[in-house]
């Protein structure tokens, strides 16, 4: 069994509006037990806080200077009321915490999920990039309860291709899918690589300079020349035909360069947060137990890099599935600077750019009836079959993940 203090609420700021008092209220789910309220108090007097009704902190109970945590006992639909009185100035920081633990049997990474416009297109981008594996076409052009799953009040009509660096295809893949006719949502995906929400997939190469001057000598689009990051790490970003992002990073791992391409392995997916702290310990609630510290800060070419003029600042932490499954990694980043608070796509997943994990679990009815049981609400019913089914949630910040794996009775 896996333990992790789980986020039921916020983390939230809140302010008087034009020095009048102020009343916010939300709902949130957790489980019945024990929890915490945690109040972040900076110059807010007399501030009230009701949960399910209660009075939790009463007005002559703010100190309006510094950290206040309160028990609190929560059930499986919450309430929470916040009452600002009238100050010039000030605010609180509210965060309701739970410790919880579940085994959802996390076994690997399958895929990460990429829309885009031109099938076609994208194939030969992969072909550039030496991914040698491909299972083309992949699923059904339509499924209703595919469809269901993802979001779709109606039926989808779609093109999809599997990509993968080894041959015969082997996971991690790119899911890739061409959304077609009334399925297609024209947005782009996101513009810059502190966008909340999956910005990127990074990739292993053991010639990161050769590979940049051969995919420029093919077209590949990238956002600057490989740079040097105040970790020692090489790295450069490059976009395919949409506009998404990918990372390439320089390794010694693997056979010895070649004039073409040089790729080796998928070695994470990022994800942009608005909260470290509460994805951090919703994705160790999946089993992403082992960690290593990824927080940085520079300028020059190392912001150029990143697409940003003066400097950047990120707080992060790289986190991983231990042992007895494939290791997938997940780059979790907190932006400091520039800061972009955007939420990520709403559902369905028919937009441009990267949108969606996959992680294949031991048992997927027992992963639903656990989510559920912890106040977590999926997407849609399950799609696909008895076999493999899927199903999506949404992590703290409404990044969509998607569990599959055999349904038993």
Not at 144 to 162: E, K, M, P, W
Not at 198 to 219: H, I, N
Not at 265 to 271: A, E, F, H, K, Q
Request: avoid cysteine; charge should be negative.
């Amino acid at each position: 069994m896996i333990k992790a203090n789980l986020t039921r609420f916020g983390p939230k700021i809140f302010k008087p509006e034009q020095g009048k008092p102020t009343t916010y209220s939300a709902t949130f789910r957790a489980i019945d037990g024990p929890a915490k309220l945690i109040i972040q108090n900076d110059g807010i007097e007399s501030a009230q806080i009701k949960v399910n009704g209660k009075n939790v902190v009463e007005p002559q109970g703010s100190s309006g200077d510094g950290e206040v945590v309160v028990p609190l006992n929560l059930k499986k639909e919450n309430t929470i009321e916040v009452k600002v009185p009238d100050s010039p100035a000030g605010t609180l920081g509210v965060r309701v915490t739970q410790v919880t633990q579940a085994d959802l049997g996390l076994m690997m990474q399958g895929y990460f999920g990429l829309n885009t416009s031109d099938m076609e297109r994208q194939r030969a981008f992969y072909d550039t990039l030496g991914f040698i594996g491909e299972i083309y076409p992949a699923g059904p052009e339509t499924s209703t309860t595919f469809a269901r799953s993802l979001g779709f009040a109606d039926d989808y009509l779609i093109h999809v291709s599997l990509h993968s660096l080894e041959s015969p295809p082997t996971m991690p893949f790119v899911d890739t899918v061409q959304f077609r006719g009334d399925s297609y949502r024209e947005e782009p995906p996101y513009a810059n690589l502190n966008h909340i929400g999956m910005a990127y997939a990074t990739y292993s190469t053991t010639d990161l300079d050769g590979d940049f001057a051969y995919l420029q000598s093919k077209g590949v689009e990238f956002v600057s020349s490989p740079a040097t990051a105040p970790n020692g790490e090489r790295f450069v970003f490059l976009k395919d035909q949409d506009g998404a992002f990918l990372k390439l990073i320089e390794t010694a791992e693997g056979e010895a360069p070649t004039p073409g391409p040089n790729l080796v392995r998928l070695v994470n997916t990022n994800m942009n947060v608005a909260d470290l702290e509460r994805s951090r310990e919703f994705y160790r609630l999946l089993g992403f137990t082992e960690s290593a510290p990824g927080s940085q800060a520079g300028s020059g070419e190392f912001a150029a890099a990143h697409g940003f003029d003066g400097s950047i600042e990120f707080e992060g932490v790289d986190v991983s599935l231990g042992e007895g499954t494939d290791g997938a990694t997940l780059q979790l980043r907190q932006w400091k600077s520039p800061h972009d608070d955007a939420p990520p796509y709403p559902p369905p997943v028919n937009h441009l750019g990267i949108d969606r994990i996959n992680f294949y679990v031991k048992d997927l009815t027992a992963a639903i009836k656990t989510m559920n049981e912890l106040g977590f609400e999926q997407l849609g019913p399950i799609g696909g079959a008895p076999e493999i089914g899927i199903v999506f949630f949404f992590d703290p910040d409404g990044i969509k993940v998607q569990l599959a794996g055999p349904q038993t009775s």
